[in-house]
């Protein structure tokens, strides 16, 4: 008990300190403009909003996942984990094209830029911000329906340090896009705020794509609790 709970707090920490600090760094990469940095600041929550609302609809897949797999675990039917795994994927990825496309339509439409704001610095920030929002619902829906069934398998303590490992490379992957002497930023010194926000979230979406790799690792894993590929353990 005590393995599994240090083990949820620290990922649920890191993962907390991460998201602080992109916001942190939303707000204050803009110079001495002050419009600028209010807009970044703004965009950045409306969108970060979105992604935690689409986040807590899959997470009750996650939840749901989470007593089924560890149901079936219980009852040592190895069968029954990976069909009951395969069917959770396959709603994860339908929710999260179900959740892009509710997001397209809202940002092609003109929608969710009305809806949130009426000033044209916040909104122009947004609409960078939006494409990699929609994008990332399909992944997103499979990281947390992967973490409910890992959570089901008990592999808390796997969780915590692939976490970590996955802040990691979406810290180096926004200190990569920042550096001055490389070109993923703008030269033109004026779009340095509408860059580092936009960095921000290409390295959220980093943090994504490496929690998604780690949970399938250890999803597909002949030794693991799932062992999603069915493969023999027999030498």
């Given amino acids: 008990l005590i393995v599994a709970s240090s083990s949820v707090f620290l990922r649920s920490f890191v993962l907390q300190a991460s998201l602080s600090g992109a916001a942190a760094m939303a707000a204050r990469n803009v110079g001495s403009d002050v419009v600028r940095a209010s807009a970044s600041i703004a ?20 939840a749901a996942s ?25 709603y994860s990825f339908a929710l999260g094209g179900i959740l892009a496309g509710v997001l397209s339509i809202g940002f092609l439409s003109g929608f969710l830029l009305d809806f949130f704001t009426n000033d044209a610095s916040t909104k122009a920030a947004l609409t960078e911000l939006l494409p990699l929002l929609i994008i990332a619902q399909p992944l997103n829906a499979f990281v947390f329906a992967a973490d409910g069934v890992l959570q089901g398998a008990s592999e808390f303590s796997y969780q915590a340090k692939t976490m970590a490992l996955s802040v990691f490379a979406a810290v180096s992957t926004f200190l990569i896009l920042e550096n001055d002497y490389l070109d993923f930023g703008s030269s033109n ?4 705020g509408s860059d580092t926000l936009l960095h921000v ?19 597909v894993q002949r030794e693991g609790p799932i062992n999603l590929l069915g493969l023999s353990n027999n030498k």
Avoid: P
Wanted: hydrophobic share 55%; glycine share 4%.
């Fill in 66 to 90: 989470q007593a089924l797999v560890a149901d079936a675990i219980g009852r040592k039917d190895s069968r029954d984990t990976i069909d009951i795994s395969y069917t959770i994927f396959a």
């Fill in 43 to 62: 965009a950045h929550q409306i969108a970060l909003q979105l992604w935690l609302l689409c986040s807590f609809v899959c997470d009750a897949l996650a």
């Fill in 201 to 219: 979230w290409e390295a959220l979406i980093v943090l994504q794509v490496a929690r998604g790799f780690t949970s399938l690792v250890k999803l």
């Fill in 189 to 192: 010194g004026s779009s340095q």
